[in-house]
């Protein structure tokens, strides 16, 4: 891609050299990174081949619709630009501006809905539901006619309610949903996000540094090689989550230049990324780390050890494959026995249609699912009773939605689940595993349920047994080193 120059009319000059998709800036407090970002977007404003939009980090408010601010931006189209550029809010909302960004992205995913198959799509699904999984413990809702938040039990909860943590994530994922969604071909589609993890917890920072990559990865290369994001930060955890994609490169922004020189993170500083990526948060709670083999495993034990009330203590640590997991369980147990005198971590794997034992690597006791992964702990006897319903109850529940869909593509596989001896539990159900939690009527996320279920039955302290319980699924070794 091509580098930015930029001159504003005062004569101040810069440049941005080695773009990618995904560029990070960093620098010490004053060094003039939010500047930088302001000199870009002045310059580059009035640049017909450009397309800029600036996130401030100066973000007030609470999210939710302000006819103020719409009459604004109707009588005056560069209002909202000329407020954020100037860092501050002027009495402004900066979150009832996003959420007009998340209407307005709503309208461009229709249009783009339109003379397509929209089966099993809709706005709800492929939007809001990615962003309610950055949340964990609310979720956000097409209501009528504005946008709702509900707690996983059904409860509403009004904007102002929210955590300053959640407000953000929503209000710039938001940001993010609306740019990516208009991004014109014709121009060159500038994205500043100014601080977007200021008051959120690392797991926030990290779960919306994957959530940025998601976005733009959705895009064709076609749009994508229109796409450049700069990101002004201070944060490891987002550093961290964005160091492993190939769109991003990284850049230190120096007191007395206004030239940032980017470079493509290098492969070691990936591989021990996942340890590096919250060390406040690890290094305050001491909770031993938990290696996992990938992000659907991160997110259920990041929702257990919310549910838990302190009843699961671990960290969650993301490996990106099986070669890697091995490589961290290695680096970890040098890490941590040359760091305390009675080290202690665990790593979980998939069974991938394997059962038994994996010995440890040191101070790492390693355990395996005794089942293909941890989606499969959906049809365990606990998680469908968090649904409310049993085997039996799901089976019917099953017949009847093939019934009412006929034709649908996963019915073949949904008839052979219910009527197997085993639940599939040696089987992959990925393609199903969000429909079959939609199935019995819940509009969680499948990795909350298997997330709280998990933190149920550690906070009684009483481990399932018998067939198809949670356990005997996830693995009776896990119980007995767990539950204390």
């Known amino acids: ?30 060094s003039g990174k939010s500047r930088f970002l302001r000199l870009i977007d ?12 600036y ?19 109707a009588s005056n189209p560069g209002w909202s630009i000329h407020v954020r550029r100037a860092n501050q809010v002027n009495g402004a909302s900066f979150k009832a501006m996003s959420h007009l960004a998340l209407r307005n992205a709503e309208s ?55 955590s300053s943590g959640e407000s953000e994530t929503i209000a710039v994922a938001s940001e993010v949903l609306s740019f990516i969604m208009s991004v014109d071909p014709s121009r060159i589609n500038v994205l500043l996000l100014d601080e977007p993890d200021v008051h959120q917890h690392p797991d926030l920072q990290a779960r919306f540094g994957q959530y940025l990559l998601d976005q733009l990865s959705a895009l064709d290369d076609s749009a994508r090689s229109k796409v450049i994001i700069c990101i002004a930060t201070h944060s490891t955890a987002l550093v961290c989550a964005l160091a492993n994609s ?35 948060s690890l290094s305050l709670s001491n ?17 257990a050890a919310r549910s838990s009330q302190g009843a699961i203590r671990v960290f969650p640590v993301l490996a990106q494959s099986v070669d890697q997991q091995l490589e961290l369980e290695s680096f970890c147990d040098t890490m941590l026995r040359s760091i305390y005198d009675k080290p202690k971590a665990y790593s979980l794997r998939d069974g991938d249609g394997t059962r038994g034992s994996l010995p440890a690597i040191g101070c790492i006791t390693r355990f395996r699912l005794q089942c293909y992964a941890v989606e499969n702990l959906l049809l365990s006897n606990e998680c469908l009773e968090k649904l409310g ?23 073949p596989y949904l008839q052979q689940l219910i009527t197997s001896k085993d639940r599939f539990r040696d089987k992959k159900i990925k393609n199903i595993r969000q429909l079959i939690v939609s199935i019995a009527k819940s509009n969680k996320p499948w990795e909350v349920v298997v997330g709280q279920t998990l933190a149920s039955v550690m906070r009684n302290q009483h481990a399932p047994t018998g067939e198809f319980s949670i356990f005997d699924f996830l693995g009776n070794e896990i119980a007995k080193e767990f539950l204390h």
């Open 287 to 303: 909770d031993p780390m938990l290696i996992l083999e990938g992000e659907d495993d991160e997110r259920v034990w990041q929702q």
């Open 389 to 411: 319903i049993d085997w039996t109850e799901f089976q019917a529940l099953v017949q009847n939605w093939m019934e009412q869909n006929a034709g649908h593509k996963d019915i």
């Open 246 to 280: 190939d769109f991003t490169v990284l850049g230190t922004k120096e007191f007395d230049s206004q030239t940032v020189l980017l470079s493509k993170v290098a492969q070691d500083i990936k591989k021990v990324a996942p340890f590096f990526g919250h060390p406040l």
């Open 55 to 73: 996130v401030t980090p100066e973000r007030s408010g609470s999210f939710q619709r302000d006819g103020n601010i719409e009459t604004n931006i």
């Open 108 to 162: 461009y995913y229709l249009r783009r809905l339109q003379n397509t198959d929209a089966r099993g799509r809709s706005f709800q699904i492929d939007c809001l539901d990615p962003i309610s999984k950055m949340l964990g413990n609310v979720s956000i809702e097409q209501g009528t006619p504005d946008f709702v938040f509900r707690t996983f039990d059904g409860t509403l909860i009004n904007p102002n309610e929210l």
């Open 1 to 30: 891609m091509q580098d930015l120059k930029f001159k504003d009319q005062l004569g101040n000059v810069g440049s941005l050299v080695g773009v990618n998709h995904v560029n990070v800036i960093l620098g010490r407090n004053g």
């Open 42 to 53: 002045s310059c580059l404003a009035d640049d017909k081949e450009y397309r800029v939009s």
